[in-house]
């Protein structure tokens, strides 16, 4: 797949409390400057900063990447999507998960099986369209091929968060040739520009220290082919030894499904995950500041 020259890649933008003007500025700069959409996680009220959006921005597409379907009732989440989806001019889609444990855990919710949970929740929501009007498309994130399949069988795109690039390609060919017209398919992809790279390398492993403790991940990542690197991280855990963790990263795992380096080296690396039919949506980290300063450095990228 071919990518234009003026290609740009979404853009994360989380709802950063007592920031959240500061973000939504960052929005319409996103848009000006010809970004291909915003992704908004569920940190700080990913609901409120969609209805923010939708008043603010006038041509760019967004969506929740994602919103934990526990955080909310589906007839609720149906209902406020209805609202977003109108106010917005059909620009606004819904992505939506099971989230991980920790965050089930600290909410204190019953789950089940992740796949029959995100059924139902999604029939339910389509239940509602009747009283509370059309929905945005959905989304679900994705790890493995189960969810994927569930994803083209009953959404309208799916979203991975911190997938191997190497990996891309048989889980492709999972989805039915039928459903790839028009299936949105991203991937969050954890991004650090700077010239010195172990340095940019350094803030991605500390970004990625809560998902290799988590089982569905370390599972993930063993089908892309990173064995030895879970079995030692997973041993290390289960002994106890958490702080070497990130020594148990090791570059071409970590360069597999991040970005760490200059803003040419992050400009073909996003450009190749689109390029592999992934459109890529940049979380951005600094070595030198926040939220703004990193995606200021994204937006000095394309300049």
Known sequence: MSIDKNFRPALSVVATATKRQAMLDIAVEAENRG?????????GGTMGLCVSLAHVTHS????????PIYYSHPVEAANTCSHINEMSGGRFRYGIGVSHGPVTSRLGVETGKPLTDIRNYVA??????????ALPP????????????LATEISEGAIWANASLSHVAPQLSEVPAARKEGFFLSNMIPTVIDEDRDAARAVNR???????????????????????????IENAINAGERDKVTTLMSDKWLDDCTISGSASF??????????????????MSSTSGGQAKAIGELFAAYN
């Open 206 to 232: 500390k970004t990625l220290t809560g998902y290799v403790s988590l089982p569905n991940y370390r599972n993930y990542w063993r089908a892309a082919g990173y064995v030895e690197e879970m079995d030692a």
């Open 124 to 133: 339910a929501m389509r239940a509602n369209e009747k009283f509370g009007w």
């Open 266 to 283: 992050a400009r073909d690396r996003l450009a190749e995950w689109a390029a592999s039919g992934v459109h890529p949506i940049a979380v």
């Open 60 to 67: 760019i597409n967004y969506w929740t990447s994602i919103q």
């Open 138 to 149: 959905i989304y679900l994130a994705t790890l493995r091929n189960k969810m994927l399949e």
């Open 35 to 43: 970004f291909s959409g915003i992704a908004c996680p569920s940190l």
